[in-house]
């Protein structure tokens, strides 16, 4: 009888702790950035290395960028442990790294309309490793920076 | 000083490149901000205390960058880059990297 009180005790942890993951993790998720890029939906976005046509040169372009770095929940590490013994696509993982590349860029974005422009080119994203990756108790985290140049694109009505 | 990934700026003209700048820094995360990233761990979300850091190691690897660049006398730099690389545990290299220019209004 003890044992099975003990066992229960101690399974009771990590299913709270998963259970916690799944709440809280998906609901920020949503909550994340759908509302925020809908904000950013005029702005011109390219990764071409040069501006578009009608850029204005009374303006200066100017460097922007944005930066992210988002933490997984426990309930996708536990299921991504279970994928790496199987192989193949670690989906958990996948949206994780998603979220923090669109974080980055809405940042970006909010930093150069800030600064006045209303167009971003040359994108770039790029990721740093902290430590998430290699250290073996560490967070399981991702980090994403993306940088551009922002101009100021004419529009329609001011030519 | 003008800043940009592009090659080329609007409106701007080239007259002298001044060749490669650089700037690099090292920079370790601390013992505080792990714990309460493994916190964060159960939960998901953003780590703030990461960003922020950084955000801050790359404003410094820039800023060296742009003192070498205005001891070449230069007023811009093109095609700016930025990368990194692990150097040990817990520690990464930021590195930004540009062509300084002096230019001109058209």
New interface residues.
């Given amino acids: 009888m003890e044992g099975v009180i003990v066992l229960l005790v101690q399974l009771s942890v990590p299913v709270l702790l998963l259970l916690i993951g799944l709440v809280v993790g998906t609901t920020t998720e949503r909550l994340h950035l759908a509302s925020r890029e809908r904000e950013f939906a005029g702005m011109s976005v390219t990764d071409i290395r040069t501006f578009g046509p009608g850029a204005d040169p009374s303006k200066h372009a100017a460097l922007v960028s944005g930066e992210a770095v988002i933490a997984t929940d426990y309930l996708k590490s536990f299921l991504a442990g279970f994928r790496k013994i199987l192989g193949g696509e670690l989906r958990s993982y996948r949206s994780l790294m998603g979220r923090a590349r669109r974080e980055a860029l809405m940042r970006l974005l909010a930093e150069a309309r800030r600064k006045g422009f209303n167009a971003v080119c040359n994108v770039r994203y790029e990721t740093a490793d902290i430590g998430g990756f290699t250290g073996k108790r560490g967070a399981v985290m991702v980090e994403c920076f993306a940088y551009g140049t922002a101009y100021r694109l004419e529009t329609r009505d001011s030519q | 000083m003008?800043?940009?990934?592009?090659?080329?700026?609007?409106?701007?003209r080239i007259v002298e490149l001044k060749g490669i700048v650089q700037g690099n820094t090292v920079?370790?995360?601390h013992l505080g901000r792990?714990i309460a990233?493994?916190f964060?761990?159960?939960?998901?979300?953003?780590?703030?205390g990461?960003?922020e850091?950084?955000?801050e190691a790359?404003r410094e690897a820039l800023e060296r960058m742009l003192a070498q660049a205005e001891q070449l006398g230069a007023n811009a730099v093109l095609n700016?880059?930025?990368?990194?690389s692990?150097v040990t545990?817990?520690?990464?290299e930021?590195y930004a990297y540009g062509t300084a220019a002096v230019v001109e209004p058209?």
């Fill in positions: 003008i800043l940009v990934n592009t090659e080329t700026i609007p409106g701007m920079r370790a995360k792990d990233a493994s964060k761990n159960i939960v998901g979300g953003e780590l703030k990461y960003t850091l950084l955000t790359r700016l880059r930025f990368s990194t692990a545990q817990g520690a990464a930021l058209e």
